[in-house]
């Protein structure tokens, strides 16, 4: 079955400083990914997202990287800020009814 | 602000007893969904509901689970007898669009307490 990993359960950095969060997934015939932030007692929002069509996509302090030869991707937050603070998920789209499959997420921890 | 409402935010209740958590998205979106998270765990999927019929469900939605939007607005679940391990929070998510590559918006959800 499809499974969705986390390379770093936890990441702990300085403020300023830039943060890379890693996901492996499993199914070769996903093909659309995002990238949630979850903060405590609140809903998962999205962040970016990427087609599979391409490599790399950029948005506000954060570029999401993805290999589907080795089926990783990778999201970058330039000069973390405090509130960046949360638990990070990626999230495959591939299949049945565009549902999402969830890793265990990693959590960002910024140190001021 | 999350685009959809989910009420109550927190809901406790004793084993055994039904309870009714509700989700009010944008109306004319099509594409409707609720995914639990267990306290330290990952976010999964239960459900997907689409044009007012369930699209999907996964082996977690057993019969004690139905969904329904019965006024075409409010998207309900409802668990008929639950259990101590429904104890999680429950999120409402949509589909902005009907494009397949879309991101679903989840609410901020509701924290079920089973004692």
């Known amino acids: 079955g499809e499974s969705v990993g986390l390379h770093l359960p936890t990441l702990s950095v300085q403020e300023g400083d830039n943060s890379i969060i890693n996901c492996a997934y499993s199914?070769?015939?996903?093909?659309?990914f995002i990238w949630y932030k979850q903060e405590s007692g609140k809903g998962p929002q999205f962040i970016i997202d990427?087609?599979?069509?391409?490599d790399k996509r950029q948005g506000q302090r954060v570029t999401v990287l993805l290999n589907k030869t080795v089926k990783h991707l990778s999201l970058q937050i330039a000069a973390t800020q405090p509130g960046d603070s949360a638990v990070y998920f990626c999230a495959p789209d591939g299949g049945s009814n565009y549902k999402l499959t969830f890793g265990k997420g990693t959590l960002l921890t910024v140190n001021p | 602000e999350p685009e959809v409402t989910q009420t109550p935010s927190h809901q406790v209740t004793q084993m055994g007893q039904e309870v009714i958590l509700r989700c009010v998205p944008i109306?004319?979106?099509?594409?409707f969904y609720w995914y639990r998270q267990i306290l330290g765990q990952k976010v999964e999927f239960l459900v997907s509901?689409?044009?007012?019929?369930?699209?999907?469900k996964s082996e977690i939605f057993d019969d004690q689970f139905s969904v329904e939007r019965p006024d075409g607005s409010n998207f309900t679940l409802k668990i008929r007898s639950t259990k101590l391990e429904d104890s999680a929070m429950y999120f409402c998510?949509?589909?902005?669009?009907?494009?397949?590559?879309?991101?679903?918006?989840f609410g901020n959800g509701t924290r079920l307490t089973v004692t």
């Open positions: 998510a949509r589909r902005r669009d009907s494009s397949y590559n879309s991101p679903l918006h």
């Open positions: 199914n070769s015939a996903s093909d659309y």
């Open positions: 109306s004319n979106h099509l594409y």
């Open positions: 509901f689409y044009n007012n019929e369930i699209s999907e």
């Open positions: 990427i087609r599979s069509n391409m």
